[in-house]
């Protein structure tokens, strides 16, 4: 699996920006505050459906505009995906792979995969084991849909 290229509009600080993904290694570079964890960031919500720095899906949204777009191309095996992200101030952030809604999260999961490691993860090493299971369940989630749902169950009955 690879992505082929990254849209945002009205995202964080990325205004408008379209970034076309080559096959191989790719580098990420520029001065601070220039959106580069942004653009990681839209990467990982089309991804995981939410974002990994914030709760609040209105802060993702740039202070001039009233609504974030995010789209991501994947190929795999000479197949293609579109998932597109689209957030609004006063409404429900909708989802979408290939143009058909995506209800529950778990139905995206599995479509791009994807690891966030952030410095707030240094918590996997400080704090005891469930900080570790929780970040190794949700990584492994994103390989077997089936699995999603059993810890979903599991983890609604412990907390």
Same mark, same amino acid.
């Given at each position: 699996?690879?992505?082929?290229?990254?849209?945002?509009?009205?995202?964080?600080?990325?205004?408008?920006?379209?970034?076309?993904?080559?096959?191989?290694?790719?580098? @990420?570079?520029?001065?601070?505050?220039?959106?580069?964890?942004?653009?990681?960031? +839209? @990467?990982?919500?089309?991804?995981?459906?939410?974002?990994?720095?914030?709760?609040?899906?209105?802060?993702?949204?740039?202070?001039? +505009?009233?609504?974030?777009?995010?789209?991501?191309?994947?190929?795999?095996?000479?197949?293609?995906?579109?998932?597109?992200?689209?957030?609004?101030?006063?409404?429900?952030?909708?989802? +979408?792979?290939?143009?058909?809604?995506?209800?529950?999260?778990?139905?995206?999961?599995?479509?791009?995969?994807?690891?966030?490691?952030?410095?707030?993860?240094? +918590?996997?090493?400080?704090?005891?084991?469930?900080?570790?299971?929780?970040?190794?369940?949700?990584?492994?989630?994103?390989?077997?849909?089936?699995?999603?749902?059993?810890?979903?169950?599991?983890?609604?009955?412990?907390?």
């Amino acid at each position: 699996m690879r992505i082929k290229d990254v849209y945002a509009d009205g995202f964080r600080n990325l205004a408008v920006a379209r970034t076309e993904v080559f096959p191989g290694i790719n580098l @990420v570079s520029g001065d601070n505050g220039q959106g580069k964890t942004n653009f990681l960031e +839209a @990467v990982y919500i089309c991804a995981a459906g939410r974002s990994w720095r914030t709760k609040s899906d209105r802060d993702l949204i740039n202070f001039n +505009a009233k609504e974030a777009f995010l789209r991501v191309t994947t190929e795999r095996g000479g197949f293609s995906d579109h998932i597109s992200v689209n957030i609004k101030k006063d409404e429900k952030k909708s989802i +979408a792979v290939n143009a058909l809604e995506v209800k529950k999260l778990g139905e995206l999961l599995g479509t791009l995969l994807v690891v966030a490691f952030s410095p707030d993860d240094l +918590a996997l090493i400080k704090y005891g084991p469930a900080e570790r299971r929780r970040f190794m369940d949700v990584e492994l989630c994103q390989l077997n849909k089936l699995y999603y749902y059993e810890l979903k169950q599991d983890y609604h009955v412990l907390r």
